[in-house]
């Protein structure tokens, strides 16, 4: 921006402003177009944080499921595991054998499924990475340009 003084005749000393705007930018509107520039990138590392985010928790509820799945089985074994008990002391017969195969099958489905969740689970990480590495390369971008 160009600020020029004239001095007229008789009107005494008027001031002439005139704007230069010959393909260079104020440092005023450099600096809000940084300032925008960087308000973008850091919306766009929250968008893709909570985008990540998202993905793992959905990750995260499904080997809850089967975790929980798998806790429900192992109750019912333990429940047909005193059935069985039950029956033996009971008739201390070949009846209670029935219910100890049942009790049986269930432990074995119940400790697949539990172990299943626990492996599902230990493989989630919970920290965005993908935000995190975008935002370790815009800082090195930003020092790149500004040095």
């Not at 705007?21 to 850091?42: A, F, H, P, W």
């Not at 033996?88 to 400790?111: H, K, R, V, Y």
């Amino acid at each position: 921006m160009a600020e020029r003084y004239e001095a007229s005749p008789g009107a005494g000393t008027a001031r002439v402003r005139e704007v230069a705007m010959v393909g260079e930018r104020s440092t005023v509107d450099l600096i809000k177009d940084v300032v925008n520039s960087i308000q973008g990138i850091i919306r766009s590392e929250l968008r893709l944080a909570n985008a990540e985010m998202k993905e793992k928790a959905e990750k995260a509820s499904k080997a809850g499921i089967v975790l929980a799945a798998g806790g429900a089985l192992a109750l019912y074994a333990f429940a047909f595991l005193l059935v069985a008990i039950h029956q033996a002391l009971i008739l201390a017969m070949p009846e209670w054998l029935s219910a100890l195969i049942i009790f049986a099958a269930l432990a074995i489905a119940g400790g697949i499924m539990l172990s299943t969740g626990r492996k599902r689970l230990k493989q989630i990480k919970p920290k965005p990475e993908m935000a995190m590495e975008s935002v370790r390369e815009d800082m090195e971008w930003v020092k790149r340009r500004t040095l």
